[in-house]
Protein backbone atom coordinates (compact mmCIF):
# COMPACT_ATOMS: atom_id res chain seq x y z
CA UNK A 1 0.00 0.00 0.00
CA UNK A 2 1.16 3.44 -0.56
CA UNK A 3 2.24 5.30 2.56
CA UNK A 4 0.91 8.41 3.83
CA UNK A 5 2.13 12.09 3.02
CA UNK A 6 3.45 14.11 5.39
CA UNK A 7 1.37 17.51 4.00
CA UNK A 8 2.09 21.05 5.35
CA UNK A 9 -0.13 22.30 8.11
CA UNK A 10 -0.95 25.13 5.99
CA UNK A 11 -2.18 22.78 3.24
CA UNK A 12 -4.53 20.90 6.08
CA UNK A 13 -5.28 24.18 7.27
CA UNK A 14 -6.77 25.74 4.47
CA UNK A 15 -8.63 22.37 3.07
CA UNK A 16 -10.45 22.47 6.56
CA UNK A 17 -11.15 26.35 6.76
CA UNK A 18 -12.27 25.39 2.86
CA UNK A 19 -14.63 22.59 3.46
CA UNK A 20 -13.05 20.00 1.66
CA UNK A 21 -11.19 16.71 2.50
CA UNK A 22 -7.49 16.63 1.86
CA UNK A 23 -6.04 13.53 1.39
CA UNK A 24 -1.89 12.38 0.21
CA UNK A 25 -0.12 9.23 -0.51
CA UNK A 26 2.88 8.26 -1.55
CA UNK A 27 4.36 5.74 -3.92
CA UNK A 28 7.55 3.82 -4.00
CA UNK A 29 9.87 2.41 -6.66
CA UNK A 30 13.55 0.57 -6.27
CA UNK A 31 16.38 2.97 -6.18
CA UNK A 32 18.25 2.41 -9.28
CA UNK A 33 21.66 3.20 -10.55
CA UNK A 34 21.70 4.52 -13.63
CA UNK A 35 18.76 7.05 -13.30
CA UNK A 36 17.48 9.31 -10.31
CA UNK A 37 13.86 8.92 -9.11
CA UNK A 38 11.46 11.07 -11.15
CA UNK A 39 9.28 11.94 -8.64
CA UNK A 40 5.87 13.89 -9.57
CA UNK A 41 3.22 14.60 -7.59
CA UNK A 42 -0.20 14.56 -8.80
CA UNK A 43 -3.38 16.61 -7.27
CA UNK A 44 -7.00 15.23 -8.42
CA UNK A 45 -9.96 17.36 -7.20
CA UNK A 46 -13.70 16.60 -7.18
CA UNK A 47 -16.31 18.60 -6.60
CA UNK A 48 -19.74 19.53 -6.66
CA UNK A 49 -21.64 22.61 -8.19
CA UNK A 50 -21.43 25.73 -6.56
CA UNK A 51 -25.02 27.34 -6.98
CA UNK A 52 -28.18 25.82 -8.27
CA UNK A 53 -28.38 24.68 -11.90
CA UNK A 54 -31.55 27.68 -12.43
CA UNK A 55 -28.54 30.32 -11.59
CA UNK A 56 -27.72 32.58 -14.26
CA UNK A 57 -24.92 30.32 -16.47
CA UNK A 58 -21.96 32.92 -15.57
CA UNK A 59 -22.57 32.99 -11.99
CA UNK A 60 -22.48 29.10 -12.11
CA UNK A 61 -19.28 29.77 -14.24
CA UNK A 62 -17.07 32.04 -11.78
CA UNK A 63 -18.36 30.20 -8.76
CA UNK A 64 -16.74 27.10 -9.87
CA UNK A 65 -13.62 29.39 -10.75
CA UNK A 66 -13.28 30.41 -7.16
CA UNK A 67 -14.00 27.08 -5.50
CA UNK A 68 -10.81 25.35 -8.06
CA UNK A 69 -8.68 28.53 -7.36
CA UNK A 70 -9.47 27.91 -3.60
CA UNK A 71 -8.44 24.31 -3.84
CA UNK A 72 -5.75 24.61 -6.18
CA UNK A 73 -4.10 26.78 -3.95
CA UNK A 74 -3.68 24.16 -1.58
CA UNK A 75 -2.24 21.66 -3.60
CA UNK A 76 0.19 24.39 -4.77
CA UNK A 77 1.00 24.22 -1.05
CA UNK A 78 1.93 20.64 -1.52
CA UNK A 79 4.15 21.18 -4.10
CA UNK A 80 1.56 19.26 -6.66
CA UNK A 81 2.96 19.57 -10.06
CA UNK A 82 0.06 18.33 -12.38
CA UNK A 83 -3.46 18.98 -11.10
CA UNK A 84 -6.81 17.08 -12.97
CA UNK A 85 -10.36 18.15 -12.16
CA UNK A 86 -13.34 16.72 -13.01
CA UNK A 87 -14.94 15.97 -16.49
CA UNK A 88 -17.20 19.25 -17.57
CA UNK A 89 -15.72 20.30 -14.18
CA UNK A 90 -16.96 24.07 -14.93
CA UNK A 91 -20.75 23.69 -15.28
CA UNK A 92 -23.29 21.13 -14.00
CA UNK A 93 -23.47 17.57 -16.03
CA UNK A 94 -26.51 18.55 -17.56
CA UNK A 95 -26.66 15.91 -20.61
CA UNK A 96 -29.12 13.86 -19.04
CA UNK A 97 -31.56 16.31 -19.81
CA UNK A 98 -31.19 16.88 -24.03
CA UNK A 99 -32.44 20.52 -23.60
CA UNK A 100 -29.90 22.52 -25.77
CA UNK A 101 -30.54 25.90 -23.75
CA UNK A 102 -28.81 26.89 -21.52
CA UNK A 103 -26.60 24.45 -21.13
CA UNK A 104 -24.90 24.77 -24.71
CA UNK A 105 -23.88 28.31 -23.28
CA UNK A 106 -21.03 26.65 -21.21
CA UNK A 107 -19.00 25.67 -24.46
CA UNK A 108 -16.07 27.71 -24.77
CA UNK A 109 -12.97 27.34 -26.72
CA UNK A 110 -10.31 25.24 -26.00
CA UNK A 111 -7.73 27.37 -27.21
CA UNK A 112 -8.54 30.80 -25.50
CA UNK A 113 -12.09 31.01 -23.76
CA UNK A 114 -12.65 32.50 -20.78
CA UNK A 115 -11.98 28.61 -18.22
CA UNK A 116 -8.88 28.10 -20.16
CA UNK A 117 -7.42 31.81 -19.67
CA UNK A 118 -8.50 31.30 -15.98
CA UNK A 119 -6.38 28.05 -15.96
CA UNK A 120 -3.12 29.37 -18.10
CA UNK A 121 -3.34 31.89 -14.76
CA UNK A 122 -3.08 29.09 -12.08
CA UNK A 123 -0.49 27.32 -14.33
CA UNK A 124 1.89 30.01 -14.17
CA UNK A 125 1.13 31.51 -10.54
CA UNK A 126 2.13 27.61 -9.36
CA UNK A 127 4.65 26.54 -11.89
CA UNK A 128 1.78 23.54 -12.42
CA UNK A 129 0.65 21.54 -15.27
CA UNK A 130 -3.41 21.69 -15.60
CA UNK A 131 -5.84 19.19 -17.12
CA UNK A 132 -9.01 21.33 -17.68
CA UNK A 133 -11.78 18.91 -19.27
CA UNK A 134 -14.60 21.66 -20.87
CA UNK A 135 -17.60 21.19 -23.08
CA UNK A 136 -15.73 22.67 -25.90
CA UNK A 137 -17.28 24.94 -28.65
CA UNK A 138 -14.87 24.82 -32.00
CA UNK A 139 -14.87 27.94 -33.36
CA UNK A 140 -13.19 27.11 -36.55
CA UNK A 141 -15.24 23.89 -37.45
CA UNK A 142 -18.74 25.67 -37.50
CA UNK A 143 -19.17 25.97 -33.89
CA UNK A 144 -19.10 21.98 -33.01
CA UNK A 145 -19.44 20.82 -29.65
CA UNK A 146 -17.13 18.38 -28.15
CA UNK A 147 -16.35 16.75 -24.73
CA UNK A 148 -13.02 17.81 -24.57
CA UNK A 149 -9.53 17.64 -21.98
CA UNK A 150 -7.21 20.80 -22.39
CA UNK A 151 -3.73 20.40 -21.31
CA UNK A 152 -1.82 23.39 -19.95
CA UNK A 153 1.64 23.65 -19.46
CA UNK A 154 3.25 25.16 -16.20
CA UNK A 155 5.05 27.94 -18.38
CA UNK A 156 0.76 28.72 -18.94
CA UNK A 157 1.31 27.63 -22.18
CA UNK A 158 -1.70 25.77 -23.98
CA UNK A 159 0.21 22.48 -24.56
CA UNK A 160 -2.97 21.05 -26.55
CA UNK A 161 -6.06 19.15 -26.04
CA UNK A 162 -7.59 16.08 -26.40
CA UNK A 163 -11.41 14.65 -27.11
CA UNK A 164 -13.64 11.93 -25.68
CA UNK A 165 -13.28 9.02 -27.51
CA UNK A 166 -15.87 6.83 -26.37
CA UNK A 167 -19.81 8.22 -26.06
CA UNK A 168 -21.98 6.62 -24.01
CA UNK A 169 -25.90 5.97 -24.64
CA UNK A 170 -26.16 4.00 -21.17
CA UNK A 171 -29.76 5.45 -19.17
CA UNK A 172 -29.59 8.79 -18.52
CA UNK A 173 -26.22 9.74 -20.48
CA UNK A 174 -27.33 10.16 -23.80
CA UNK A 175 -24.13 12.83 -24.43
CA UNK A 176 -24.54 12.22 -28.54
CA UNK A 177 -27.23 14.63 -27.82
CA UNK A 178 -24.63 17.05 -27.62
CA UNK A 179 -21.24 15.75 -28.98
CA UNK A 180 -19.91 12.96 -30.91
CA UNK A 181 -16.77 10.45 -31.11
CA UNK A 182 -13.51 12.72 -30.51
CA UNK A 183 -11.22 12.82 -33.30
CA UNK A 184 -7.44 13.31 -31.59
CA UNK A 185 -6.90 9.91 -31.47
CA UNK A 186 -4.87 8.83 -28.86
CA UNK A 187 -2.55 11.83 -27.95
CA UNK A 188 -0.40 12.09 -25.32
CA UNK A 189 1.64 15.35 -23.77
CA UNK A 190 5.51 15.57 -23.14
CA UNK A 191 5.04 17.60 -19.76
CA UNK A 192 8.27 19.14 -18.07
CA UNK A 193 7.02 15.98 -14.90
CA UNK A 194 6.34 13.30 -17.23
CA UNK A 195 4.18 11.98 -20.08
CA UNK A 196 0.34 12.59 -19.58
CA UNK A 197 -2.91 11.66 -21.62
CA UNK A 198 -6.94 12.19 -20.75
CA UNK A 199 -8.75 9.12 -21.29
CA UNK A 200 -12.29 11.03 -20.52
CA UNK A 201 -15.11 9.16 -18.65
CA UNK A 202 -16.66 6.25 -20.29
CA UNK A 203 -13.16 5.73 -21.68
CA UNK A 204 -12.42 3.68 -19.56
CA UNK A 205 -14.84 0.51 -20.19
CA UNK A 206 -12.78 0.01 -23.10
CA UNK A 207 -9.38 -1.60 -23.00
CA UNK A 208 -7.87 -0.71 -25.87
CA UNK A 209 -8.85 2.70 -24.98
CA UNK A 210 -6.42 2.99 -22.07
CA UNK A 211 -4.21 0.49 -24.48
CA UNK A 212 -3.44 2.72 -26.95
CA UNK A 213 -2.78 5.62 -24.61
CA UNK A 214 0.41 3.33 -22.92
CA UNK A 215 1.52 2.37 -27.04
CA UNK A 216 1.86 5.95 -27.34
CA UNK A 217 3.93 6.48 -24.40
CA UNK A 218 1.86 7.30 -21.26
CA UNK A 219 3.15 7.32 -17.88
CA UNK A 220 0.11 9.03 -15.95
CA UNK A 221 -3.44 8.45 -17.66
CA UNK A 222 -5.99 10.81 -16.21
CA UNK A 223 -9.62 9.67 -16.27
CA UNK A 224 -11.63 12.53 -15.37
CA UNK A 225 -15.16 11.04 -14.85
CA UNK A 226 -18.90 11.74 -14.45
CA UNK A 227 -20.33 8.97 -13.21
CA UNK A 228 -23.64 7.75 -10.46
CA UNK A 229 -23.72 5.53 -7.92
CA UNK A 230 -26.56 2.94 -9.55
CA UNK A 231 -25.18 2.97 -12.72
CA UNK A 232 -21.44 2.23 -12.10
CA UNK A 233 -20.11 2.63 -8.33
CA UNK A 234 -19.17 -1.55 -8.67
CA UNK A 235 -16.90 -1.03 -11.73
CA UNK A 236 -15.43 2.03 -10.82
CA UNK A 237 -12.62 0.08 -7.99
CA UNK A 238 -11.54 -2.23 -10.71
CA UNK A 239 -11.19 -0.76 -13.82
CA UNK A 240 -8.42 1.69 -13.55
CA UNK A 241 -6.78 -0.21 -11.16
CA UNK A 242 -7.18 -2.97 -14.17
CA UNK A 243 -5.60 -0.70 -16.13
CA UNK A 244 -2.51 0.73 -14.21
CA UNK A 245 -1.69 -2.90 -14.42
CA UNK A 246 -2.23 -3.88 -18.08
CA UNK A 247 -0.28 -1.00 -19.12
CA UNK A 248 2.57 -0.46 -16.83
CA UNK A 249 1.62 3.13 -16.35
CA UNK A 250 -0.26 5.35 -13.37
CA UNK A 251 -3.94 5.94 -13.66
CA UNK A 252 -6.06 8.57 -12.15
CA UNK A 253 -9.91 7.90 -11.21
CA UNK A 254 -11.64 11.51 -10.68
CA UNK A 255 -15.19 11.30 -9.99
CA UNK A 256 -17.37 14.61 -9.22
CA UNK A 257 -19.47 14.27 -6.13
CA UNK A 258 -23.12 15.37 -4.80
CA UNK A 259 -26.94 15.15 -6.71
CA UNK A 260 -27.36 17.87 -8.97
CA UNK A 261 -31.23 18.79 -10.13
CA UNK A 262 -33.08 20.68 -13.09
CA UNK A 263 -35.61 22.58 -13.47
CA UNK A 264 -37.28 20.43 -16.24
CA UNK A 265 -38.04 16.54 -15.95
CA UNK A 266 -36.67 14.41 -18.39
CA UNK A 267 -37.04 10.57 -19.19
CA UNK A 268 -34.57 7.41 -19.44
CA UNK A 269 -36.72 6.11 -22.31
CA UNK A 270 -36.73 2.92 -20.34
CA UNK A 271 -40.75 3.27 -18.73
CA UNK A 272 -39.85 4.97 -15.33
CA UNK A 273 -41.02 8.22 -14.26
CA UNK A 274 -39.80 11.52 -15.41
CA UNK A 275 -37.40 12.90 -12.96
CA UNK A 276 -35.26 16.07 -12.30
CA UNK A 277 -31.72 14.21 -11.23
CA UNK A 278 -30.24 11.36 -12.58
CA UNK A 279 -28.47 10.06 -8.88
CA UNK A 280 -25.70 11.21 -6.99
CA UNK A 281 -22.30 11.35 -8.24
CA UNK A 282 -19.92 9.20 -5.72
CA UNK A 283 -16.90 10.82 -5.63
CA UNK A 284 -14.23 8.19 -4.23
CA UNK A 285 -11.39 9.53 -6.25
CA UNK A 286 -7.89 7.45 -6.46
CA UNK A 287 -4.60 6.51 -8.48
CA UNK A 288 -3.32 3.20 -9.16
CA UNK A 289 0.50 2.34 -9.66
CA UNK A 290 1.64 -0.03 -12.48
CA UNK A 291 2.15 -2.54 -10.10
CA UNK A 292 -1.12 -2.78 -8.50
CA UNK A 293 -1.37 -0.70 -5.29
CA UNK A 294 -3.66 1.78 -4.89
CA UNK A 295 -4.42 4.73 -2.95
CA UNK A 296 -7.77 5.22 -0.63
CA UNK A 297 -10.86 6.99 -2.57
CA UNK A 298 -11.67 10.25 -1.59
CA UNK A 299 -15.13 10.35 0.13
CA UNK A 300 -18.87 9.85 -1.43
CA UNK A 301 -20.23 12.88 -0.51
CA UNK A 302 -17.76 15.69 -0.21
CA UNK A 303 -15.36 17.36 -2.20
CA UNK A 304 -11.92 16.71 -1.92
CA UNK A 305 -8.29 16.70 -2.85
CA UNK A 306 -6.11 13.66 -3.39
CA UNK A 307 -2.56 14.29 -3.70
CA UNK A 308 -0.14 11.47 -4.94
CA UNK A 309 3.76 11.31 -5.26
CA UNK A 310 4.80 8.90 -7.80
CA UNK A 311 8.49 7.35 -8.78
CA UNK A 312 7.93 7.40 -12.44
CA UNK A 313 10.53 5.07 -12.73
CA UNK A 314 7.98 2.20 -11.33
CA UNK A 315 6.33 2.33 -14.76
CA UNK A 316 9.60 0.83 -16.64
CA UNK A 317 10.46 -1.34 -13.09
CA UNK A 318 7.09 -3.25 -13.48
CA UNK A 319 7.41 -3.36 -17.68
CA UNK A 320 11.25 -5.29 -17.01
CA UNK A 321 9.51 -7.51 -14.16
CA UNK A 322 6.04 -8.64 -16.07
CA UNK A 323 6.91 -7.97 -19.64
CA UNK A 324 2.94 -7.38 -20.83
CA UNK A 325 4.42 -4.52 -23.48
CA UNK A 326 7.18 -7.31 -24.64
CA UNK A 327 4.99 -10.36 -24.72
CA UNK A 328 1.96 -8.30 -25.73
CA UNK A 329 1.02 -10.20 -29.79
CA UNK A 330 0.06 -6.93 -31.68
CA UNK A 331 0.59 -7.93 -34.84
CA UNK A 332 -1.75 -10.49 -34.49
CA UNK A 333 -4.42 -8.61 -33.14
CA UNK A 334 -3.94 -5.82 -35.52
CA UNK A 335 -4.08 -8.17 -38.39
CA UNK A 336 -7.31 -10.02 -36.75
CA UNK A 337 -8.95 -6.78 -35.55
CA UNK A 338 -8.33 -5.58 -39.48
CA UNK A 339 -10.92 -8.49 -40.78
CA UNK A 340 -12.94 -8.16 -37.88
CA UNK A 341 -14.33 -4.59 -38.58
CA UNK A 342 -14.56 -6.04 -42.34
CA UNK A 343 -18.39 -6.37 -43.73
CA UNK A 344 -17.60 -9.40 -44.44
CA UNK A 345 -16.24 -10.90 -41.70
CA UNK A 346 -16.87 -14.61 -40.42
CA UNK A 347 -15.70 -15.38 -36.48
CA UNK A 348 -12.91 -17.75 -36.46
CA UNK A 349 -15.41 -21.00 -34.54
CA UNK A 350 -14.50 -24.50 -35.12
CA UNK A 351 -17.32 -26.74 -35.06
CA UNK A 352 -17.95 -30.30 -35.46
Given at each position: ??????????????A???????K?????????????????????I??????PTT????E????L??RIA?????????????V?????????????T??????T??A???????T???????????????????L????S??D??W??????????A?????????I????????S???????????V????F??I???????R????????????????I??????????????????????????????????????????N???S???????HD??????????????????PG????????L?????L?LC??T???????MT??Y?????????A????????????
Amino acid sequence: SPRNLDLPSCAVNAASQGNFELKGYGFEAALEQLRRPRTVRVGLIQNKIQLPTTSPVAEQINALHRRIAEIVEVAAMCDVNIVCFQEAWVMPFAFCTRERLPWTEFAESAENGATTKFCQELAKKHNMVIVSPILERDESHADTLWNTAVVISNTGAVLGKTRKNHIPRVGDFNESTYYMEGNTGHRVFQTAFGRIAVNICYGRHHPLNWLMYGINGAEIIFNPSATIGELSESLWPIEARNAAIANHCFTCAINRVGTEHFENEFTSGDGKKAHHDFGHFYGSSYVSAPDGSRTPGLSRVSDGLLIAEMDLNLCRQTCDKWNFKMTGRYEMYAEELARAVRPDFQPDIVRE
